[in-house]
């Protein structure tokens, strides 16, 4: 079974979507970069397939080019498809293409009632509605004449199915596009790896957006970085923001501009321990720790979902001694608080939206209309958001993600890090960008300073390319897991030992071994990693891996270009 990393929220973790239609609206004018990126995708359309990364800096106008676009493809009475990464981003998207289109769009993700759902799709299927806008699973969509595929934000690994039937939403997308003989568009400021890989070989032609669409904020360049190095600095008793950060926060706050300050985790403390005996209080079903969470006074596992009460002594030794150890946002709004009392704080995470659309849109709109000073937030605060009075972005603690036992951990934090710095500075104020952390020269931090993702990506597809890592390879994992580690072992070394036999020089076998969360669920879980340049081999060897022979108890799933080690 597939793992889900706790900071990419499964499509299904936000509720429906029921906005009403808006009256059209009439559109920006342009600026020239989006003008000429617009006349490429214009003039492909009714050729047949072509494929497209438009690569814009944040607040560039991606959304725009879009939206003009599909307006090209309804006059020829053609569909779109439109994929967002997340339910959190639907309604603001399907917002704006109703204020465009009107009832001519229709929403489909899997947190939407049956009924619905079904609607939109039967609207879809009869040609009465000609745009579709949703999450991964919105790439089945029967759109009628599909002509535009737009995957927004395609970098982002909530587009990958992690369980169930495993796919990629935007790899789907392209196949789709391709088989229609569509144009397909993706878009983003951090375009993934394997996109830009796309590009240098031909696969797609980059259209760059680089600067905002924004006039004012076009004529400045993009916000500067300020590294704090911590090793250097005298961290005050929360341990939390050091003094350069606090005093950033303040001089915002008094010229009347808005702060994010962002961590991608959530909780209290990440883990709750006893000094006395060293026992850590992990999840009885999985091999991960507890996260405290104060608001709602309880021990919560972010992997399964069970919650647990806050013991008053120690299970192991009887001492009462817990104590809890690492941040999440919501000991960060308690730190904020405490520091700037008479500041507007609020936090934006999975527990203060705690699936409900309405809690979100608003919290968006009290940030909108100034109402808020200080948002602290997880990757919810990254994506999709133009707030205007932001002009500082402070970044806690991202030496957690760059240091994750992936391949893909520079990339991502690279990625996360450039889209949270993208939300300062997009309105009439400059802004500035404030990254504490341990490891100032990682090339993620290093790039980032100066905004520069090709040099990035450079650097890091040199690294992937020495160690025949995607995208200079394909790789398949398989997985195991059940209720009995032996078992699970024992199942695991027999389908390692098929694919050894199949693979030949061409395929690289790794494994089997224990995944890095060895238990989920209450269910072990081993992993083989097949590795090689040869699609049909690969497949092949797959293939003999699968066919060991399975206990009932046991479960074995083949996940084809994996996203996550996990």
């Given at each position: 079974m597939g793992s889900r990393r706790v900071w990419e929220p499964s499509e299904g973790s936000h509720v429906s979507d029921t906005a009403p239609s808006r009256p059209a609206v009439a559109p920006p004018v342009l600026n020239p970069h989006q003008q000429a990126a617009l006349d490429v995708l214009v003039a492909a359309l009714g050729k047949g397939y072509s494929g497209y990364l438009l690569h814009g800096i944040t607040g560039s106008g991606k959304t725009e080019v879009y939206l003009r676009l599909i307006a090209q493809a309804r006059a020829q009475g053609k569909g779109a498809l439109v994929l967002v990464p997340e339910i959190a981003l639907t309604p603001q998207l399907a917002a704006r293409f109703r204020a465009r289109f009107g009832d001519d769009v229709a929403v489909l993700h899997s947190a939407l009632p049956a009924a619905e759902r079904l609607a939109?799709?039967?609207?879809?299927?009869?040609?009465?509605?000609?745009?579709?806008?949703?999450?991964?699973?919105?790439?089945?969509?029967?759109?009628?004449?599909?002509?535009?595929?737009?995957?927004?934000?395609?970098?982002?690994?909530?587009?990958?199915?992690?369980?169930?039937?495993?796919?990629?939403?935007?790899?789907?997308?392209?196949?789709?596009?391709?088989?229609?003989?569509?144009?397909?568009?993706?878009?983003?400021?951090?375009?993934?790896?394997?996109?830009?890989?796309?590009?240098?070989?031909?696969?797609?032609?980059?259209?760059?957006?680089?600067?905002?669409?924004?006039?004012?904020?076009?004529?400045?360049?993009?916000?500067?970085?300020?590294?704090i190095d911590l090793r250097r600095h005298q961290m005050g008793p929360d341990q939390l923001l050091a003094p350069p950060l606090v005093e950033a926060v303040a001089e915002a706050l008094a010229a009347g501009e808005q702060t994010i300050l962002f961590l991608n985790r959530r909780g209290?403390?990440?883990?709750?321990?006893?000094?006395?005996?060293?026992?850590?209080?992990?999840?009885?079903?999985?091999?991960?720790?507890?996260?405290?969470?104060?608001?709602?006074?309880?021990?919560?596992?972010?992997?399964?979902?069970?919650?647990?009460?806050?013991?008053?002594?120690?299970?192991?030794?009887?001492?009462?001694?817990?104590?809890?150890?690492?941040?999440?946002?919501?000991?960060?709004?308690?730190?904020?608080?405490?520091?700037?009392?008479?500041?507007?704080?609020?936090?934006l995470d999975r527990d203060t939206t705690d699936g409900q659309r309405n809690r979100l849109e608003k919290l968006l709109a009290r940030v909108h209309e100034r109402q808020i000073d200080i948002l602290v937030g997880t990757q919810m605060v990254t994506k999709g958001h133009d707030f205007g009075g932001v002009t500082l972005v402070g970044v806690l603690q991202p030496d957690q993600g760059m240091h994750l036992p992936d391949f893909r951990a520079a990339e991502r934090t690279f990625q996360l890090l450039e889209q949270v710095?993208?939300?300062?500075?997009?309105?009439?104020?400059?802004?500035?960008?404030?990254?504490?952390?341990?490891?100032?020269?990682?090339?993620?931090?290093?790039?980032?300073?100066?905004?520069?993702?090709?040099?990035?990506?450079?650097?890091?597809?040199?690294?992937?390319?020495?160690?025949?890592?995607?995208?200079?390879?394909?790789?398949?994992?398989?997985?195991?897991?059940?209720?009995?580690?032996?078992?699970?072992?024992?199942?695991?070394?027999?389908?390692?030992?098929?694919?050894?036999?199949?693979?030949?020089?061409?395929?690289?076998?790794?494994?089997?071994?224990?995944?890095?969360?060895?238990?989920?669920?209450?269910?072990?879980?081993?992993?083989i990693w097949l590795r090689g340049t040869d699609r049909a081999k690969l497949q092949a060897t797959a293939r003999a891996a699968a066919e060991v022979t399975l206990p009932r108890d046991l479960r074995l799933a083949i996940d084809v270009d994996p996203q996550s080690v996990l």
């Amino acid at each position: 079974m597939g793992s889900r990393r706790v900071w990419e929220p499964s499509e299904g973790s936000h509720v429906s979507d029921t906005a009403p239609s808006r009256p059209a609206v009439a559109p920006p004018v342009l600026n020239p970069h989006q003008q000429a990126a617009l006349d490429v995708l214009v003039a492909a359309l009714g050729k047949g397939y072509s494929g497209y990364l438009l690569h814009g800096i944040t607040g560039s106008g991606k959304t725009e080019v879009y939206l003009r676009l599909i307006a090209q493809a309804r006059a020829q009475g053609k569909g779109a498809l439109v994929l967002v990464p997340e339910i959190a981003l639907t309604p603001q998207l399907a917002a704006r293409f109703r204020a465009r289109f009107g009832d001519d769009v229709a929403v489909l993700h899997s947190a939407l009632p049956a009924a619905e759902r079904l609607a939109a799709w039967r609207r879809l299927r009869s040609g009465e509605v000609g745009i579709a806008v949703g999450a991964r699973s919105a790439v089945f969509a029967p759109v009628h004449g599909l002509a535009v595929v737009v995957v927004d934000e395609e970098h982002d690994g909530s587009f990958k199915q992690e369980d169930g039937v495993r796919y990629h939403g935007r790899d789907l997308a392209v196949m789709r596009a391709h088989q229609a003989k569509a144009v397909v568009v993706l878009g983003s400021a951090t375009p993934s790896l394997e996109s830009f890989r796309n590009v240098l070989v031909g696969r797609f032609r980059r259209l760059l957006l680089p600067t905002r669409a924004n006039p004012a904020a076009a004529a400045r360049p993009l916000p500067p970085v300020e590294i704090i190095d911590l090793r250097r600095h005298q961290m005050g008793p929360d341990q939390l923001l050091a003094p350069p950060l606090v005093e950033a926060v303040a001089e915002a706050l008094a010229a009347g501009e808005q702060t994010i300050l962002f961590l991608n985790r959530r909780g209290f403390s990440t883990l709750m321990h006893c000094p006395a005996c060293g026992a850590v209080l992990r999840c009885s079903s999985c091999d991960v720790s507890m996260t405290l969470h104060r608001g709602r006074e309880k021990l919560i596992c972010h992997y399964c979902g069970r919650a647990a009460a806050i013991p008053t002594r120690c299970p192991a030794c009887k001492q009462a001694a817990l104590q809890g150890l690492g941040t999440g946002t919501e000991r960060v709004e308690s730190v904020v608080r405490a520091l700037f009392p008479s500041a507007r704080v609020a936090r934006l995470d999975r527990d203060t939206t705690d699936g409900q659309r309405n809690r979100l849109e608003k919290l968006l709109a009290r940030v909108h209309e100034r109402q808020i000073d200080i948002l602290v937030g997880t990757q919810m605060v990254t994506k999709g958001h133009d707030f205007g009075g932001v002009t500082l972005v402070g970044v806690l603690q991202p030496d957690q993600g760059m240091h994750l036992p992936d391949f893909r951990a520079a990339e991502r934090t690279f990625q996360l890090l450039e889209q949270v710095a993208g939300r300062a500075g997009r309105g009439d104020r400059p802004g500035r960008i404030v990254v504490q952390t341990f490891c100032p020269e990682h090339p993620a931090i290093q790039f980032l300073r100066t905004h520069d993702y090709e040099g990035f990506v450079r650097d890091e597809l040199a690294r992937r390319e020495s160690a025949s890592y995607p995208p200079f390879s394909r790789m398949i994992a398989l997985r195991l897991d059940g209720r009995h580690e032996a078992s699970v072992r024992a199942a695991a070394t027999s389908a390692a030992a098929h694919a050894r036999a199949q693979a030949g020089a061409a395929v690289h076998v790794l494994g089997p071994a224990e995944a890095p969360i060895a238990r989920l669920r209450g269910r072990s879980r081993y992993q083989i990693w097949l590795r090689g340049t040869d699609r049909a081999k690969l497949q092949a060897t797959a293939r003999a891996a699968a066919e060991v022979t399975l206990p009932r108890d046991l479960r074995l799933a083949i996940d084809v270009d994996p996203q996550s080690v996990l």
